[in-house]
């Protein structure tokens, strides 16, 4: 639905390629040099390992289709992505939860590090794992007024990694995340747009996307060269703690997730999403 009216909106994309795996669209203007990666995982888009992997395989695949931009969205009612799915932390079953860790890592990196610019249109609620990848994009605009934002992972009892954390703190402040993250704070469109969490915000998707062509159309004149290790060297001391510490952060990830205190608060926490 959001691929046509993406082709329809913007008049542009006459020569265009797509692609659909089952959770995941992507279309590329041949033209504009532009791809939209829409993810379509009812009824929330939650990343499972399998969601993982198809969105970690389309990154490199735009890789090696030498795009010059990507726009990020959701083809969900109200949802841009609700983050890690949450079944998968209850109970899990600890090979499983190792291979998701490390998918998720793999693919954090894959998106933070693009060779392109990328522009997270957030048409829909955004917490944890969805406001990470929003994040991990190179700018944000976020439909409004009725739509959340935010790492709430202490909420659920758990404790949001350091590459998370760095990442927030890369995009707000050190001070700003802390208290979001202690607090697991979830921000409305507005609060997210003031705290400089999304860089702007729109009253529908229509002017989202055209708001993310617009910044992606600012690479024009700028080297592909230039833009990329410029990316590279303000986000390496973020990438490079995981790179060299991706067992460690696999490992306490695993461990807490296995513990009878964290398995109780997930346990209540769907419960209560259940309700
Ligand atoms: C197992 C892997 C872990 C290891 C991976 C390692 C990676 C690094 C380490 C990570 C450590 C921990 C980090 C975690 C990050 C996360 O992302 S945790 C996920 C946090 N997400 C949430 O808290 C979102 C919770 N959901 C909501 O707030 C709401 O559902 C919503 C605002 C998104 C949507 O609201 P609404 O439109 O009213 O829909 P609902 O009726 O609430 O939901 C519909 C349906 O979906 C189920 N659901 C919702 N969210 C999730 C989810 N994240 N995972 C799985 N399922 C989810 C919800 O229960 C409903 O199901 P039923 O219809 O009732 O069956």
Redesign the pocket.
Known sequence: MLRRYILNKTNTFINYRYASQSMLQSTIDDKLGIATLVMNKP??N?LNLEFLEEIKSQLTQFKNDKIRGMILTSDLQ??FC????????SN?NPER?SK??TT?QDTWLALYLTQFPTVAVING?S???GCLLAMSCDYRVMVGPNYTIGL??TK?G?V??KWFQDCMVAVIGQRKAEVSLTTGKMYTTDQALQIGLVDESVPDVDNAINKGIQFLNNFQKISPWAYKMTKDIRRQPTVQWLIDNKQKDLDF?VKS?MSPNVQKSIGLYLQS??K
């Open positions: 009824p929330v939650s109200k949802i609700a983050g890690l799915d949450i079944t998968e932390f899990p939860l998701i860790c998720f609620h917490p944890a794992g709430n992972e659920l758990i949001a990694p990830v997730m999403l259940k």
